[in-house]
């Protein structure tokens, strides 16, 4: 099996900083791409940050210059650091990662969530 645990979501106000951070874990050949979505109350999940296995990175324009995806590929984590947060930042942050199995075809995994709240 393949686990995608997630740290680091808080309650903090306007202006302040977080990191989160996702593990993978299991029975792991390699991973491609490596994400994170947000939901807020009432929206649909959308991308916030994506980084493929070569380090390239993609980001949503809302969150462009305030947030930097990274990835450590010897401990198949991911990590987000955000700065400068904003109320419309709250929401549960997902982690996603494509990741082969080994014996196993590549397949999307998400992690859990954690919430992330911004207060003005």
């Known amino acids: 099996q393949v686990q995608l645990v997630e740290s680091g979501g808080d309650s903090v106000q306007a202006g302040g900083s977080l990191r989160l951070s996702c593990a993978a874990s299991g029975s792991i050949f390699s991973i491609n791409a490596m994400g994170w979505y947000r939901q807020a109350p009432g929206k649909q999940r959308e991308l916030v940050a994506i980084?493929?296995?070569?380090?390239?990175?993609n980001y949503a324009d809302s969150v462009k210059g305030r947030f930097t995806i990274s990835r450590d590929n010897a401990k198949n984590t991911v990590y987000l650091q955000m700065n400068n947060l904003k109320p419309e930042d709250t929401a549960v942050y997902y982690c996603?990662?494509?990741?082969?199995?080994?014996?196993?075809?590549?397949?999307?995994?998400w992690g859990q969530g954690t919430q992330v709240t911004v207060s003005s």
């Open positions: 996603n990662a494509q990741i082969k199995r080994v014996l196993g075809p590549l397949h999307d995994y």
């Open positions: 980084i493929s296995s070569g380090g390239s990175t």
